[in-house]
């Protein structure tokens, strides 16, 4: 076929960039929390994260989905799950960087910022994509968990914060390194785990601790090719927190049985399944019946992921738009040179940095929390609050981000085929580990078991008297906190905490123009309610070369 006409005025692709490099907002976050934590292995990874190898292994991951095969060729039932080979290039270079168990071994632990350097690892990660990190978060969540039984984890812990990744159904002592994922909720219950009706009846004892014969259930099952899960069941003493391995100590396969496997909106790269227990052995961790306890624990870690995760997002999102505007022409000029264009993306980018301050403020408290008091306070208030507020703010960004590219955001094909993955993946992070009714209540509970009022005005006032908004804010705040008891109010609560601390983060962490904008439209109200209606006041051009991603090669 002949040519009919000239290819121009397409955008190049961002790839080839160092993800770290260009994050300025993420840079500013690390210096203010942890301004002696080396960067070296997060400028490797920023730009192993931003290359095009990767990203390829990424849109591949995602177009050949995880696949059951429940049964072999010789009718021998074997529930495994087969990955195209870039799922386990993915999850190679996640458990290299050290983002599932690696922050608990002693080496990371004796460095003082281990969650908030792996905070920000894992932010650039589900930049390059996120759904492989599901059973990595998992499995970040559940090893300090097995600390509850001391024999588990004397076993298991050195797979489980080795960076080494081995996708083998065997036995965990013949394996350089394991995984481990959660299961909780059931048809009939959901995030109400109280209603779980699988049943585990006493089995003895060995050395393991106390064993029982698991028979049940569980509807959301994610990633169930780790090798360990950490699952609620009914025992005589009420639901209790059980570990339950693929492969039993004597090498065979344990009776869990994969029903089928999900078909979700997003996070395709990633299976989540439904499975069945036949008497499936597992054994007690931690006390018989305190189960729910052991399990808002690790939540709160997952919690953590899901603000990091939506934020990252919430960045990749706005380079992939910033990227197109600046090539891209309209109406004889650059798009990003025209004022509605700036407008959009300067508040996306105000969004996206105040998501990045919130959520590694939230990490910081992780490394701190055991032996400062107002930290143990901030993270019981911000866990609920950050992943309430930012996971909520991730679909309307992504949706808008996505309009900053037109049509060519809309296709799945293409560099710019990434928009269409991240809106899909946006609502997962709002939806797991409790929605947004569920955040706003948690709330509620940390309110009564804190003194949170005291801790938020602590956190509040080293930004006292630079901007009347917050002023404003702050003097109603820790009243409205102590006072707290109207489930009704509670979201609108949630919301106003979060845009509270992300004004006083940025009073810190960020220049003065980002922390104007930010406070004249999250809290003065000049701002409608949509992307894109900052004040005339807003230093739009500021804002928006604050946020340029470096270019690619």
């Not at 394996?175 to 699988?198: F, I, L, P």
């Not at 934020?311 to 109406?331: E, G, K, P």
């Not at 959520?359 to 032996?371: E, Q, Y």
């Not at 809106?423 to 709330?443: C, F, H, K, Q, T």
Request: with cysteine; hydrophobic share 45%; glycine share 8%.
């Amino acid at each position: 076929m002949s040519a009919t006409h000239e290819v121009f005025n397409q955008p190049e692709p961002l790839v080839d960039v160092n993800l770290f490099e260009g994050n300025l907002a993420l840079q500013s976050a690390l210096a203010f929390n942890a301004p002696d934590l080396p960067t070296a292995s997060l400028q490797s990874l920023g730009q192993q994260a931003g290359s095009a190898e990767m990203q390829q292994h990424a849109r591949l991951a995602n177009v050949f989905t995880p696949q059951l095969k429940s049964h072999s060729r010789f009718g021998h039932r074997i529930d495994q799950v087969e990955f195209h080979p870039s799922y386990h290039a993915l999850m190679t270079a996640a458990t290299a960087a050290g983002l599932h168990g690696t922050p608990f071994s002693d080496t990371e632990q004796a460095t003082g910022h281990a969650h908030m350097k792996r905070a920000a690892a894992f932010m650039l990660f589900t930049e390059l994509e996120p759904s492989i990190l599901c059973p990595i978060s998992m499995t970040y969540a559940v090893t300090p968990a097995l600390r509850d039984n001391p024999a588990i984890y004397r076993d298991w812990a050195p797979q489980l914060t080795s960076r080494a990744y081995d996708p083998a159904l065997t036995l965990w002592k013949d394996k350089a390194g394991v995984t481990m994922g959660m299961g909780m909720t059931e048809k009939q219950g959901g995030s109400d785990v109280r209603a779980n009706t699988t049943q585990a009846v006493p089995d003895g004892s060995d050395g393991w601790g106390q064993r029982f014969v698991v028979t049940g259930h569980k509807w959301f099952f994610s990633a169930p090719m780790c090798d360990a899960f950490l699952i609620l069941a009914q025992t005589p003493s009420g639901l209790s927190c059980l570990f339950l391995p693929r492969v039993l100590p004597d090498g065979s396969l344990n009776q869990l049985f994969i029903q089928r496997l999900k078909d979700k909106l997003g996070n395709k790269a990633n299976a989540s399944s439904e499975v069945e227990f036949a008497g499936a052995t597992a054994w007690l961790v931690g006390e018989e019946g305190r189960g729910v306890p052991q399990i808002l624990a690790m939540g709160t870690m997952t919690r953590l992921d899901c603000a990091l995760g939506t934020s990252a997002l919430m960045r990749h999102a706005l380079s992939i738009a910033v990227n197109h505007t600046r090539q891209r022409s309209a109406f004889g000029k650059k798009l990003i040179e025209q004022p509605l264009m700036k407008n959009v993306l300067a508040d996306l980018a105000l969004e996206s940095e105040a998501a990045t301050a919130l959520s590694m403020r939230l990490a910081r408290s992780f490394d701190r929390a055991a032996a400062d008091d107002h930290e143990r306070v901030m993270q019981r208030l911000l866990t609920p609050v950050a992943k309430f507020w930012i996971c909520k703010r991730g679909s309307y960004f992504a949706q808008e981000a996505m309009e900053c590219l037109g049509g060519n955001g809309y296709v799945e094909e293409g560099g710019e085929g990434i928009m269409a993955r991240i809106y899909r993946e946006m609502p997962v992070n709002s939806i797991w580990e409790g929605a947004g009714n569920i955040m706003a209540l948690d709330l509620l509970r940390a309110l009564r078991k804190a003194d949170a009022a005291a801790a938020l005005e602590h956190e509040l006032a080293p930004a006292r008297g630079m901007h009347p908004a917050l002023d404003h804010m702050a003097d109603r705040l820790p009243l409205r906190v102590e006072q707290m008891a109207n489930e009704m109010e509670a979201r609108r609560l949630a919301q106003d905490v979060a845009l509270a601390v992300q004004a006083a983060l940025l009073a810190r962490t960020a220049p003065a123009a980002v922390f104007g904008a930010f406070c004249d439209s999250r809290l003065g109200g000049q701002w409608g309610l949509s992307f894109g209606s900052l004040g005339n006041g807003a230093d739009v051009d500021g804002l928006i070369a604050r946020a340029l991603p470096l270019s690619g090669g």
